[in-house]
């Protein structure tokens, strides 16, 4: 009898289905060469994201071998200033990869990359050295020129201005951008006139070679040329989400570049942006336009805002939060979107504000609140008349004179829970105390079939869920927690066991939000 076997396409779906499991895939690499072959592109498509502490340096060092001359030799200049001894030998390492690990390269955050810089730098570099910050600059700049010059499969991209050094950045060398999907163009102080044209030589790589950008958001556009930015904008096959941040400025060309792209953008969102009815005017015609944030922002006022009424989409998400207006600006807003939305977003909740929910917002199928400590309880009998089948809370919090974090009474919102509500969630529960969480919980009618709170699974938490469904809540099926890789005591194992028994599935918190 012949022994059977998996082909190499089984194999190579086994080990993608693993590609989230980097433990598992680093023993796959001692398999055999083919195994080590299909397994590399998998553990450097996104190679920072998932590591522990303790095991980030490591992947640094495989990258320093990887530079070529001229990123060793700008290192190696730099150091006559840092004067840090053993760089040198830490930089230059005469075995060669076996592999082009860079060119595997997907995803490039430089949050990312600085934390694995920052473990390297720690276990290699004297602490006291006043110009490590400089180092992990320096090797930033190196490491990003590494991948744009290399990483031909590159998707999910966030660039600063400052890596674009003079003394290294060749935008000849980096011809490879042409799969980019995200982009995030984010800001600093230092950008001097010479930088920025080699960041215009980059953006302009980007418009001639990137035309299935997916999402873009750019961070205090000011850094940037705006014409560039626009013709990106204009450039792109689909753009679906487009994210706006920190500007005082209107930018009416990156604005009205929108319009080329009104048949694909689906989602927008502005943070920290001074509104003038420019704005508005050039995403009333984006008719695919499904979900909307306004975060932070301000500028805006009723005469603006009644553009709204002339707007050709119809949404279905609204973010509405940390606003510097008024809440009858909100109220206009919600008027004039609402009658579509499946979802909302606010904080400061209001009886007015309660009112228009009910009567715009018909269609209305989850809600997201943010509670203030000093809410008016009043308003919690307008929950009744939703017939939202999902509520999301965030409590607020104030310290006590003792210095003790106290809430609201969430068991007055609980008892005001409308029939339709099947779902609810609750945040920051890890402040509450015993005694809140269990009169919220006891609260909460027994038609809820997800209960879903932010706490650590501990005998506690298991306690006052046992004591609910003994008492009032035999139709619960799923319970949401926070940490469920954790190992559980014998008494919480046994705990779990009797909720199991119930027939109650437990999911991590975030996956059923």
Request: aromatic residues 12%.
């Amino acid at each position: 009898m012949t022994t059977s076997h998996l082909n190499d396409d089984c194999i190579f779906y086994i080990l993608k289905f693993l590609q989230n499991d980097r433990s598992t895939l680093f023993k796959c690499l001692q398999a055999n060469r083919f195994w080590c072959e299909i397994t590399i592109p998998l553990l450097y498509a996104n190679p920072f994201a998932r590591l522990k502490d303790d095991k980030k340096y490591l992947i640094i060092k495989t990258f320093l071998s990887c530079l070529n001359e001229n990123e060793t030799s700008y290192l190696l200049r730099l150091n006559d200033d840092y004067k840090i001894p053993n760089l040198k030998d830490l930089i230059i390492n005469d075995v060669r990869p076996i592999f082009e690990y860079p060119k595997h390269i997907k995803q490039l955050l430089t949050g990312e990359l600085q934390s694995a810089i920052g473990q390297w730098t720690n276990r290699y570099i004297d602490k006291k050295s006043i110009l490590i910050y400089d180092l992990l600059q320096s090797l930033t700049e190196v490491f990003y020129h590494m991948f744009l010059r290399q990483g031909v499969h590159l998707n999910h991209l966030e660039i600063y201005p400052t890596i674009f050094k003079a003394e290294i950045f060749d935008h000849l060398l980096i011809p490879n951008l042409f799969k980019l999907s995200t982009l995030t163009l984010s800001t600093c102080d230092d950008t001097s006139e010479f930088k920025r044209g080699n960041i215009s030589d980059f953006l302009k790589i980007v418009a001639k070679n990137c035309k299935s950008i997916n999402q873009l958001n750019l961070k205090q556009p000011e850094v940037y040329n705006s014409n560039e930015l626009a013709s990106i904008i204009k450039r792109q096959k689909e753009l679906k989400e487009f994210i706006f941040t920190h500007s005082k400025n209107v930018f009416k060309n990156i604005f009205s570049s929108l319009e080329f792209q009104k048949h694909s953008l689906v989602t927008l969102k502005f943070r920290y942006v001074n509104f003038h009815k420019f704005i508005l005017q050039s995403i009333i015609n984006l008719y695919n336009l499904k979900g909307l944030e306004i975060n932070s922002c301000h500028g805006m006022t009723l005469e603006i805002c009644k553009i709204f009424h002339l707007a050709n989409f119809k949404l279905k998400e609204l973010i509405i939060l940390g606003n510097n207006w008024e809440t009858n600006i909100t109220i206009t807003i919600i008027k004039y979107l609402g009658i579509s939305l499946q979802q909302l977003r606010i904080i400061k909740i209001t009886m007015e504000l309660m009112e228009i929910i009910s009567q715009y917002c018909i269609n209305l199928v989850t809600l997201y609140i943010s509670l203030e400590y000093n809410i008016n309880p009043s308003i919690f009998p307008y929950f009744k008349n939703l017939k939202i089948k999902n509520l999301n809370i965030m409590p607020q919090y104030i310290s006590s004179e003792d210095g003790e974090l106290i809430t609201l009474d969430l068991d007055k919102l609980a008892t005001n829970f409308s029939k339709d509500v099947i779902k609810v969630s609750l945040f920051s529960c890890r402040f509450m105390k015993k005694e809140i969480l269990s009169s919220f919980v006891n609260s909460c009618p027994n038609h809820i079939i997800t209960l879903n709170l932010r706490k650590k699974l501990d005998t506690e938490y298991l306690e006052i869920i046992l004591n609910y469904i003994k008492k009032k809540n035999n139709n619960l099926k799923f319970l949401g927690c926070f940490g469920l890789d954790k190992i559980p005591s014998n008494e919480e194992l046994e705990m779990i066991n009797q909720i199991k028994e119930k027939g109650i599935k437990l999911v991590e918190f975030n996956e059923i939000l």
